[in-house]
């Protein structure tokens, strides 16, 4: 969506139509597979609750899965993280999970219960899911929000997201369709606090498709090995560096860093389109969102979609030679230098100071 | 076989500029070209034509000027190009294209029958990856989205087999033509395209169609009149009130600095020091 800034729109200013009054209540889609829960299914409960309680409405969790005990748990686990009522799809059909049925399932669900709200992770299972569902339903979809508000005056969710490769953000609407449905990166939201307490009111939904009318097979499911993924979006502590490293040699004085820290490390949108290094190692909007307790900005200028990828960190330090660099805005600390030299003296004096540390333990 | 491959042109996004008063959009002298991520769907589909045969057909929606990335499809290896261009179709939001798209893959699909549609993974400048879905649903086709390999192709029994990326590891999915791929970055590469390539681009024919030739009657689906999104404001990040707090590093050398940054952090957050000792003991 490439949207142009605001413009008049036919759609503005008239009231919602009364066939879709009837639609209340905020969603969220539990992504369940393979016997998990999607962390970021949690992240959007906390964020559905405060929408819930702004339009005085429930919160529900949609879960899909197969009839196991675990999906059990996966419910059990959505009250506690702030769903009033979970409406669960068991079927062995959604074992795994393949669009038609999944998009089946989820479009009987709003269409019997009606809700005004319907958010998904931004995965690769909720982006294919949310495509689909939002297509069969004729309704809008926002990708990739950051920031989700309601607009009082229209009973609307306003959902705020980088536009134009991440240089402005924009906020859309989706005034006249209901349901309202927007999709949001892991770790954009903060998680919510468990209450252990909690007792999701469970409606059951049938699934009504045979095996046999599903074309799309599953023949294997290949896991990723643990140790060959960055874990960028749950690391405590972060080191990137951008393109004030210079050339992709330079790069290695983040890796060094990190190692010594016991850090994720990875660089900014250009470096990765430059080839310096894997898409997967991506610190931003567009690559990962991350929250860790320190991240260090080294040569990143702090674009906005960068800034809204990191701005959930506790703390940011950041090392540009340009005291105008935006990054200077959003950090917490900042050295203005040169990160070929300060990187290095950081990895130096953090590394004498943990084996002072290591002396001392 | 017939592929279809949908393409778009973006402003190349390392290119743009915010005017700094008024913060709009500089677009003027911003260069396009075909979204990155499309090319990998491009590459990937003139690949199967070279193996099994057929034709392969770039459409794109756009303005005119949308042309230019269609010849470069062209002179890439494509064996046809349409370009859906009508006013109509302006300000359309990921619904309203997916609607003109597949509108025009429909009647391209009445001329030949179409075996499989290709989109890239996302944009660089929309980065929603809901056009390719929206597509696959409208025409009903088998939908295989961040594909990062086609493992089997059989066109006898109609069937494919793929590998699509999956958040804990990666599907192996089997499934039934027609089909809509879109193809995850990094699958291939590119081919080159020489200067003969580009000059038989350039004397080639863009078929041009407007609503009514892509067979669309309901011209109220299309465009800002067919979109249920409504952009209400685009607008620059507040700065944070607080801006960073310098270190003071005049005069001192790069230890010194470090330093003085380690002591400010371990200072502002004391759990950092604690859990750098745990990590320093081996735990």
Known sequence: MSQPPARPSPARGKPLPEHLKAYRGVWVVVEAERGHAHTVSWELLGEGRK???????????????PPEPWLDDVCTE???????????????????????????????LVEAHKPEILLLGATTLGRDLAGSVATTLATGLTADCTELAIDMETRSMASTRPTFGGSLLCTIHTLNFRPQMATVRPRVMAMPKRRDDAAPKIVDHPL??????????????????????????????????????????????????????GAEYGGSRPLVQKGWIPADRQIGQTGKT????????????????????????????????????????????????????ILPALTNAFRTRLTALKGAA | MHI???????????????????????????????????????EEALLLRDRFGGQVTVITMGPAMADTSLRKALAYGADRAVLLTDRFFAGADTLATSFALSAGIARLAEQAPVDIVFTGKQTIDGDTAQVGPGIAKRLALHQLTYVERIDRLDLDAREIVVRRRAEGGVQVLKTGLPCLITMLEGTNSIRFAGMDDMFRAARAEIEVWNAAKAGIDDVQKCGLRGSPTVVKKVFAPQPRTEAAKMIDVAGLAPGEIADAAIDTLFAADPDLHDDLRAFASGA
Do not use: W
Not at chain 1, 80 to 97: E, M, S, T
Not at chain 1, 314 to 334: R, S, W
């Open chain 1, 51 to 65: 929408l819930a309680d702004e339009l005085g409405v429930d919160l529900a969790a949609v879960v899909m899965g």
């Open chain 1, 78 to 108: 959505a009250g506690a993280h702030g769903a009033d009522l979970v409406y669960r799809i068991a079927d062995p059909v959604l074992a795994d999970y393949r669009t038609q049925p999944f998009t089946q399932g989820l479009t009987a």
């Open chain 1, 208 to 261: 009504d498709l045979a095996e046999d009318d599903i074309v799309t097979k599953v023949l294997d499911y290949v896991l990723d090995r643990d140790d060959d993924k960055p874990r960028l979006a749950y690391a405590d502590i972060v080191v990137a560096g951008g393109l004030g490293l210079g050339s992709p040699e330079n790069f290695r004085l983040v890796v060094e860093l990190a190692e010594v820290l």
């Open chain 1, 290 to 341: 991350i929250r860790p307790k320190l991240y260090i900005a080294a040569g990143i200028s702090g674009a906005v979609q960068h800034r809204v990828g990191t701005e959930g960190a506790d703390m940011i330090l950041a090392i540009n030679t340009d005291p105008k660099a935006p990054i200077f805005e959003f950090a917490t600390y900042g050295i203005i230098g040169d990160a070929l030299q």
């Open chain 2, 4 to 42: 279809v491959v949908c393409i778009k042109q973006v402003p190349d996004s390392a290119q743009i500029r915010v005017h700094p008063v008024t913060n709009t959009i500089m677009r003027q002298g911003v260069p396009t070209i075909i979204n990155p991520y499309d090319l990998f769907a491009l």
